[in-house]
């Protein structure tokens, strides 16, 4: 479909969609600014290359910062741009939605 005729919500679903973009946006939330080492353990179960992968699309898609600092050792940091806190509160809300489905479906069995 072309992209300028795209459903917007096809574009979030994009930006924040799937296994591990929300989960990154959620660590580097709550988190601030983290090097890839810490953002790698808080993830705990994603492979390297996912996470680099990952990464690489949210900071194409203006959501997560690369600053790298010019030093030996070199050190990388992450964190949200301004985008990128933008999508937080809709994250939130959709934990809140998921959270109370899940309740009430438990509840049922």
Same mark, same amino acid.
């Given at each position: 479909?072309?992209? =300028?005729?795209?459903?917007?919500?096809?574009?979030?679903?994009? %930006?924040?969609?799937? #296994?591990? +973009?929300? #989960?990154?946006?959620? &660590?580097?939330?709550? +988190?601030? !600014? /983290?090097?890839?080492?810490?953002?790698?353990?808080?993830?705990? @179960? %994603?492979? =390297?290359? &996912? /996470?680099?992968?990952?990464?690489?699309?949210? !900071?194409?898609?203006?959501? &997560?910062?690369? +600053?790298?600092?010019?030093?030996?050792?070199?050190?990388?940091?992450?964190?949200?741009? +301004?985008?990128? @806190?933008?999508?937080?509160? $809709? /994250?939130?809300?959709?934990? #809140?939605?998921?959270?109370? $489905?899940? #309740?009430? !479906?438990?509840? $049922?069995?």
């Amino acid at each position: 479909m072309e992209e =300028d005729i795209r459903c917007p919500l096809e574009y979030g679903l994009e %930006i924040f969609g799937g #296994r591990w +973009k929300s #989960r990154i946006i959620c &660590v580097s939330d709550g +988190k601030g !600014i /983290l090097r890839y080492s810490a953002l790698l353990k808080e993830m705990s @179960n %994603i492979t =390297d290359s &996912v /996470l680099a992968s990952t990464l690489k699309q949210l !900071i194409g898609d203006d959501i &997560v910062q690369r +600053k790298s600092f010019d030093e030996i050792p070199s050190r990388v940091e992450y964190c949200l741009t +301004k985008k990128g @806190n933008l999508v937080v509160p $809709i /994250l939130q809300s959709i934990c #809140r939605w998921s959270g109370a $489905i899940r #309740r009430k !479906i438990m509840r $049922i069995q």
